[in-house]
């Protein structure tokens, strides 16, 4: 099993930056595939970023391409989403999810494991 806390999220003015984080618990975490995923009120879930066990892979929504970029360090248990040139439609509850996997996967009902989100408000 695993446990996912995240942080670093917060108010931001638009064009601004935040780095969210997600740290896991226990000894396993390379071999969890990560992901990201965000919801805003009265909407569905949707995938932000993934990547792969290694780090080596990484896929992004077409909404973010470019503005956000998802990594980890093993060592520390951590993933990461840098996220820059904000929108007020970033505006979004943003969670990261684990699964134990080899590939990069973009669909939430894959992920067994999910942290409790961390609230991203973008202002215009």
């Known amino acids: 099993q695993v446990q996912l806390v995240e942080s670093g999220g917060g108010l931001v003015q638009a064009g601004g930056s935040l780095r969210l984080s997600c740290a896991a618990s226990g000894r396993s975490f390379s071999s969890y595939a990560m992901g990201w995923f965000r919801q805003a009120p009265g909407k569905e879930r949707e995938f932000v970023a993934a990547i792969s066990r290694s780090g080596a892979s990484t896929e992004y929504a077409d909404s973010v391409q470019g503005r956000f970029t998802i990594s980890r360090d093993n060592a520390k248990n951590t993933v990461y989403l840098q996220m820059n040139s904000l929108k007020p439609e970033d505006t979004a509850v943003y969670y990261c999810?684990?699964?134990?996997?080899?590939?990069?996967?973009?669909?939430?009902?894959?992920?067994?494991?999910w942290g409790q989100g961390t609230q991203v408000t973008v202002s215009s």
């Open positions: 999810a684990a699964y134990r996997g080899i590939v990069v996967v973009t669909t939430s009902g894959t992920y067994d494991y």
